[in-house]
């Protein structure tokens, strides 16, 4: 079982950065790929970024590639999405995610493998 909790969001300028965290509980977090993910008012879920259990790849939405960048700190248990060049439509909830791995380095995964969330945190960026 794990439980994420998300932190670090807020409002900001366009063209701003805000880095948001996920800390996790559980003594399996190593085992675990985690991914962010968004939802704007009225529009659907999407996926955001995505990291490996042991951090070594990583994958992300073209719409947010070359801005922002997810990492882990294992020993912290913390995963992290620095966002910068944020823009308007990156105003959405941001919610953390865990997907039981074992020591898969493959990705992307199947969004569907994402079994543990977040209750989100709101991001809102102003024009």
């Known amino acids: 079982q794990v439980q994420l909790v998300e932190s670090g969001g807020g409002l900001v300028q366009a063209g701003g950065s805000l880095k948001l965290s996920c800390a996790a509980s559980?003594?399996?977090?190593?085992?675990?790929?985690m991914g962010w993910f968004r939802q704007a008012s009225g529009k659907d879920r999407e996926f955001v970024a995505e990291?490996?259990?042991?951090?070594?790849?990583?994958y992300y939405a073209d719409s947010v590639k070359d801005r922002f960048t997810i990492s882990r700190d294992s020993a912290k248990n913390t995963v992290y999405l620095q966002m910068n060049s944020l823009k308007p439509e990156d105003t959405a909830v941001y919610y953390c995610?865990?997907?039981?791995?074992?020591?898969?380095?493959?990705?992307?995964?199947?969004?569907?493998?994402?079994?543990?969330w977040g209750q989100g945190i709101q991001v809102t960026v102003s024009s």
């Open positions: 559980g003594r399996t977090f190593s085992r675990y790929a």
């Open positions: 995610a865990a997907a039981l791995t074992g020591y898969s380095d493959n990705l992307p995964m199947s969004r569907g493998r994402y079994g543990y």
């Open positions: 990291i490996s259990w042991s951090g070594d790849s990583t």
